[in-house]
């Protein structure tokens, strides 16, 4: 079994050094080529993933019924279905299987994890299809955060997990002197699981956002029931599958991972965070769900990322078309479905410095439409940025934006070549007063951005940093040619547990967070309890059980 | 200010490194010697405690009253008073107290904190006369319990949350190759506090179970409300004068650390649990108040550590006389009002092996009468070994306990040379039946001991591992000369997270926890929630906040 730890060692080592330096690393490329991945790669992917539509996903799981209802954002049902069994029955299975797991010494459980993650990025291309046509990403975005970067944030969380249990000696003696005597004691340390962990998934980001709480709970000892949106099992149903062909192949118990299919017509996410042996849950959705999950899984660990409403604070800048470029990419990179993406965009009523003299606000505002359509002039461009809206109910938010303000930029449906009946859509950029704080304080999900205009600088930083306390944020974004500025800044969004980009012109995005160098959500305000990947993340996952037996001086 | 981290840079690193390597270390000599601290530095601390008697504390804290009603269990009233404000002005306090020192460097913060514990030092035996009369502990425990080894827990807490926030670099560059350019991002980390940590002490261990949650808390940048037991106020109002001490001389609000006492006619603990800037609670005493803590504290970061029902399984021995005297003395250290004392004691109903043969259910139970019989025969050393009983409900405890089974020794009175009216007895040993779970499941807290018939030694495992989930435990203690029945003792106190110490006969008992080497309840059961001390305990009482801003390529 530890030959799959022995194979991946220096990989590990090298993110075990990397979370620790922070700088850039990336174990899996990310650029989809088929000198990386083989030259037939690209068509295999795509192959397999037409061969899975219209029937039942291979995954040699306990069948009471089959379900899904999942249907590409692209325009058609993928018609898949998966096994299904009741909550219950799927926590019976995960008591079953765990004690061997358990039992199992952290370097066969980390390198199960490590295999099934090299396996995973294998079948990359594959996931690629399974991302874009249930979250709606298009392609490019598909292979990249439905794929190496998902796995690389899964190897964050393995390379955190196994740190933090490597630091736990296995066997120490302890000697006490006592006068002329010593006492001695032969102590051992054991790691001891939580228990059944759920992962619940969300439509969106199905891999990146599911991976690390899946990889971190299982080499902890813990076993996992994986629970994907119920608009986008497939790239879950992959993953588990992958992860049950090397239980079985090191000699464990396949059902350690499960998957737990369900539709939105007969939901089980309730029944199993109810269950009083699920002990680990990770939650990533919507704050209205997520409430319910903190309320009702009391006494469990439960790790959140919900979502925020992020702000861009503009006070002056020396590259203005840098500036509006590099935001109308942030609001258009997928639709605005990105938890990290800007939604308040705080202007001066005033205006801003630019090396082109003073621009006022509405110098601004036709300065981001201009960019916007200049990015989404060319129409494949535009649908390779875009791609497409997961959830009909984005559209309705849309619609009822824009009639909140003046409207800046509409919204306007998209063609996407290839996919006739694709739901896709521009961003909607609306104007808004300062004092119009019930329609841009609370979270809008989707491509929706308002322009809000404020007394001054000082007053933006304190309204974003404040919606950020009380509604929660993952992002912010400043634009200044000022330090005083930046300072201000910087320790009012710290304060607000929110991570700060500043002066972001060129090819890096404030929706951007990387493995093993941006803590993804700090943690620190309702945009989610936990963080991506921190100690904090992995450290409570287990418990360490001692025995001491007294020896002989 | 770094001059206090540069006077303690010595003992910490090798605080941290004895943290990883957990065999016997310890910070701050456990003999009250006067070679050590100082020939006079007994009768100075007495001569101190005496003077603190029948006034007013001197603290500087804002008063609007003075309360404290603390009597010692040695039989008088301390008439000390302390300055009292309402709960939501001691957060007002706390929280502009804490901007300075969340700002401060992490070196300067840990500085203070070794300073705090260095000055703590010094005052042991000032300390070990507050901790005796009013936990009601003999000196010497006062002394050690209360002095050198809460000293360690807190350095303890200190090694870790500083070895944890050392892991996060301050600043570093972000190079990623793209193409022929590389992207590249200047990032920084700051370590954001979680806001007003509440301490909540228990009457016990006032010291020892306090430190680790205040150090931890403090250290980590939060500002910090210790709120004492009613019964137990003094021993935290000197760590309390002392943190303001060094805080004051180190250019710090005193107000990150405050006093919050209270009596038990006019409680503010729930005023301080529920005030909604209260962002972390460390609490030690009851399961009913913990529980209360734990259901009412929803969204805040909670440690606790509650009680349990520690059991001892007995199934062979080749040293009976060393089984019963540690037991004994195990059962009557503190009086049984440890959280680590024993309650039951599983005993096959058919006997136990021993070198001078099969000992029978009724012989083990006088072997262990007999053996508290000699421990506490003479009045001097029963009176160094039991202390006094903290409250008077232990008392009616006893009582009551001493009805629901066949009575093997009974709880008499004991008296205590110096102090006529101290509150003082032996313990009380039970023979009940295996049916008789009513009685021997429930957490009975004080000198009780349940010794219960078993069908075998599995029947015992079984329940005292099944108590222990059910009801939670801190310590196990086994007796046996059968590989196999150690290993199956192991495998069942692990998974039901308890500390297992098999085979002591000799001067180490199953009720003690050192520093850097035990981890202190393991988190894993209703015992509590939280370890003293693992990485879980100090990782979730800070955040970090990141600022990105785009470099030159």
């Keep these: 079994m530890s030959a799959f730890f022995d194979a991946h060692a220096g990989l590990l080592k090298a993110a075990v050094e990397a979370a620790r330096t922070r700088g850039y690393w990336s174990a899996y490329p990310e650029v989809p080529s088929g000198k990386i991945y083989g030259e037939s790669a690209k068509a295999d992917g795509e192959a397999a993933f037409r061969d899975l539509l219209g029937k039942p996903f291979p995954l040699d799981q306990r069948a009471e019924a089959q379900v899904g209802a999942e249907s590409s954002p692209y325009g058609f049902a ?27 010494s952290v370097e066969d459980r980390v390198g199960v994890a490590l295999e099934i993650l090299a396996r995973l990025n294998r079948q990359s291309f594959l996931i690629a299809n399974a991302v874009q046509h249930t979250s709606g990403q298009a392609f490019m975005m598909a292979f990249q955060a439905g794929g190496p970067h998902a796995q690389d944030r899964g190897l964050e969380a393995v390379a955190y997990a196994y740190d933090e249990m490597a630091r736990i000696p296995g066997a120490v003696t302890w000697t006490k002197p006592a006068g002329k005597v010593s006492l001695v004691l032969d102590k051992s340390f054991r ?91 990770d939650f990533t959705g919507s704050p209205a769900f997520g409430e319910w999950v903190r309320e009702n899984a009391r006494g469990k660990q439960v790790y959140t990322e919900e979502a925020g409403v992020n702000s861009i604070v503009l006070d002056s800048t020396d590259d203005f078309r ?82 909140r303000g003046r409207v800046i930029r509409r919204a306007e449906r998209v063609a996407i070549p290839g996919f006739e009946g694709a739901r896709a859509i521009t961003p909607l950029l609306v104007a808004v007063e300062a004092a119009d704080e019930p329609v841009y ?19 933006s930083i304190r309204r974003a940093a404040e919606t950020a306390r009380a509604k929660g944020a993952i992002t912010a974004s400043l634009y200044t040619t000022r330090d005083a500025v930046a300072a201000a800044a910087e320790d009012a969004f710290a304060a607000a547990g929110v991570a700060l980009s500043i002066n972001l012109t060129g090819q890096v995005f404030v929706n951007q967070s990387a493995a093993f160098s941006d803590y993804h959500v700090s943690g620190g305000n309702p945009a989610g309890n936990a963080s991506l990947t921190d100690t904090a993340f992995v ?15």
Aim: hydrophobic content about 45%; glycine content about 8%; some cysteine.
């Design 441 to 459: 304080t609370v979270e809008c999900f989707g491509p929706i951005a308002y322009l809000v205009a404020t007394e001054s600088t000082e007053d």
């Design 78 to 104: 993928l018609g898949i279905t998966y096994p299904s069994v009741p909550a219950a029955a799927l926590v019976v299975a995960s008591e079953q299987a765990r004690p061997g797991w358990a039992r199992a």
């Design 191 to 281: 790691i001891v699981p939580r228990g059944t962990a759920l992962v619940i998934g969300c439509a969106t980001f199905p891999t990146w956002n599911s991976y690390p709480g899946l990889f971190a709970s299982l080499v902890t000892g813990n076993s996992v029931i994986v629970k994907p949106h119920p608009g986008a099992i497939l790239p879950l149903a992959i993953t588990v599958r992958i992860a049950r062909e090397v239980l079985r192949e090191a000699g464990f118990d396949e059902n350690v991972v499960q998957l737990a299919p369900d539709t939105a017509e007969a939901p089980i996410t309730k029944d199993l965070v109810l269950h009083p042996r699920v002990a680990i849950i």
């Design 322 to 403: 840098g500036l509006t470029g590099n935001i109308a990419f942030s609001l258009s990179l997928y639709t605005g479905q990105m938890c990290t993406a800007p939604q308040n965009i705080f202007v001066p009523r005033d205006g801003i410095e630019t090396p082109e003299g003073r621009k006022s606000f509405d110098e601004v505002a036709e300065g981001l439409k201009t960019a916007i359509d200049r990015l989404l002039g060319d129409p494949e461009r535009a649908a390779a940025v875009l791609g497409a809206v997961q959830s009909e109910a984005t559209l309705e938010r849309v619609a009822a934006a824009a009639t």
């Design 539 to 553: 450290a409570n996952r287990f418990r360490v059980a001692t025995v001491r037996r007294q020896a002989a001086a």
